[in-house]
């Protein structure tokens, strides 16, 4: 069965604590994956497109990987204004545009 | 900064009223998503819409409605709010084109029927 998992559902650092949030995926021909921030009582907020294994995409401390079976979001020296909960999405093959979302891993760094 | 819009942000409503939760966007996006989200859960997709005059419902079965009557407006309706309904409603957009997929989202809707 098609899906997408995140882990760890929690994740606490400390300032300057560099780490790496992962997400798997088991549909067969990815056809694109998504990245998004969500702040507490907000809509997501889109981060990454990501295509094929190998692809990397970064902005500002953030850096997203994907392979063939998962992808990383990679945070480096991480301030408290990265605190939120980060989806990964993909593709739904042989639909127009409709995703599976995981259920996210919350991040929260402290100073 | 994405230019989609949701209203209200917040309601509290009774067992057996119906209600409209408005979703507006000014990006031009043929597409657009209705999506329920609970805490710690994955989003839900309930409804979407391909264009003026689409509509389909999502994986998640609803006891809503929508219309898509112009490109920038997307309502969902319930028509009679139960408890169950309570949760946070997300609307969302894409232009869906091969080089932008990405979903843009609205700041949501808490819904709470007592």
């Known amino acids: 069965e098609d899906q997408v998992t995140q882990s760890p559902e929690a994740l606490r650092l400390q300032e300057g604590e560099s780490s790496s949030l992962n997400c798997s995926y088991t549909v067969s021909g990815l056809r694109g994956l998504f990245w998004y921030r969500q702040d507490p009582g907000k809509g997501p907020e889109f981060l990454f497109t990501l295509y094929s294994a190998g692809e990397e995409k970064e902005k500002e401390r953030l850096k997203a990987t994907l392979t063939k079976k998962e992808s990383f979001l990679h945070i480096t020296a991480p301030k408290p204004e990265d605190s939120a909960t980060y989806l990964c999405?993909?593709?739904?093959?042989?639909?127009?545009?409709?995703?599976?979302f995981g259920t996210g891993t919350s991040l929260t760094v402290i100073p | 900064e994405a230019d989609i819009y949701q209203t209200p942000r917040y309601l509290v409503i009774g067992t057996g009223k119906k209600i409209t939760l408005e979703c507006s966007q000014t990006?031009?996006?043929?597409?657009m998503y209705w999506y329920q989200q609970d805490p710690g859960m994955e989003l839900h997709l309930i409804h979407y819409s391909y264009g003026v005059n689409s509509t389909e419902k999502g994986d998640l079965s609803s006891e809503s409605t929508v219309s898509r009557i112009r490109t920038e407006h997307f309502p969902l309706t319930l028509e009679s709010a139960r408890p169950s309904h309570t949760s946070q409603y997300l609307c969302?957009?894409?232009?869906?084109?091969?080089?932008?997929?990405?979903?843009?989202f609205g700041p949501g809707t808490r819904l709470t029927v007592t």
């Open positions: 969302a957009s894409s232009a869906g084109t091969t080089i932008s997929l990405e979903q843009y």
């Open positions: 999405a993909v593709r739904i093959p042989g639909t127009g545009n409709q995703f599976y």
């Open positions: 990006m031009g996006h043929d597409k």
